[in-house]
């Protein structure tokens, strides 16, 4: 946890004694009342903490002090066919971290329709990881999150076209597929944002996807001859195309 984040709503009270973030200063940190510590406001800009009291049940009174505006986001959307619950904890974290603009999530023709039923999107889970990834890259700002009924729902609406980041040129379109690549990530320049992804769940693409894909404008992506994980699959585009429109430094 390399930033403490709050939300707005938590500003003038005290953490509880079991929150992460009490566990984290007290216990791993070592901090104590008057200490200072790296921190953040959810949605807004990121400063500096100090502990002003800790009480006799262990809870927590902080200050908080805007020092920074927030960073903006990076113009990357991943779309990704409904993994296992437990990756896309994995892949909203890791995403999130990395600082891309959104995650859509969209059921697909080989994927596990139960994986659908998953309560992460539901009591709060999902929301939690991306904090998780925010927190550990020193962001003060989360991916806009949202899901479909599925592929053809997802591209029918294109979301990407509602967003609120710069647009240079139209934007890349690429779907992550060992089937007939064409090398899109060569095609990908600086100008273009932003740069829409998508990933199939863990068994891949049908050939009715592929041609609702290519249908939409999109290209076909190799990410190698082997079989990833879907969360493997996605850090790996989202890094690529990340690096291709100069946004690694």
């Known amino acids: ?130 904090i998780e990834g925010a927190a550990q890259s020193r962001d003060t700002t989360i991916p806009a999150l949202d899901v479909f009924s599925g592929l053809a729902d997802w591209l029918q609406k294109r979301p990407w076209e509602k967003s609120t980041l710069p647009i240079r040129a139209a934007p890349l379109l690429a779907a992550a597929d060992n089937v007939r690549p064409e090398g899109a ?8 944002r932003p740069v829409v992804l998508a990933i199939g769940s863990e068994r891949g693409w049908t050939d009715h996807e592929r041609d609702l894909l290519e249908d939409a404008g999109f290209l076909r992506l190799s990410l190698g001859s082997r079989a990833l994980r879907t969360e493997t699959a996605c850090i790996a585009a989202a890094v690529l195309a990340i690096e291709k429109i100069g946004e690694l430094g």
Not at 65 to 93: D, T, Y
Not at 120 to 127: F, I, S, V, W
Not at 185 to 192: D, E, G, L, N
């Open 185 to 192: 990530m060569s095609r990908i320049t600086p100008t273009m």
């Open 1 to 130: 946890m390399n930033l403490i984040l709050f939300e707005a709503h938590e500003l003038g009270k005290a953490l509880p004694r079991r929150d992460e973030r009490s566990i984290h200063l007290l216990k791993v940190l070592h901090k104590k009342t008057g200490d200072t510590f790296d921190a953040g406001l959810l949605d807004g800009g990121s400063g500096i903490g100090k502990i002003e009291k800790v009480g006799i049940d262990g809870s927590l009174s902080f200050s908080f002090e805007v020092e920074a505006p927030p960073v903006p986001r990076l113009p990357v959307r991943v779309g990704v066919g409904f993994p296992r619950p437990i990756q896309i904890r994995r892949i909203l974290r890791d995403l999130s971290s990395l600082g891309v603009e959104a995650v859509d999530l969209f059921s697909t023709d080989l994927g596990e329709k139960s994986y659908r039923d998953t309560k992460l999107l539901d009591d709060g889970g999902a929301r939690s990881a991306l």
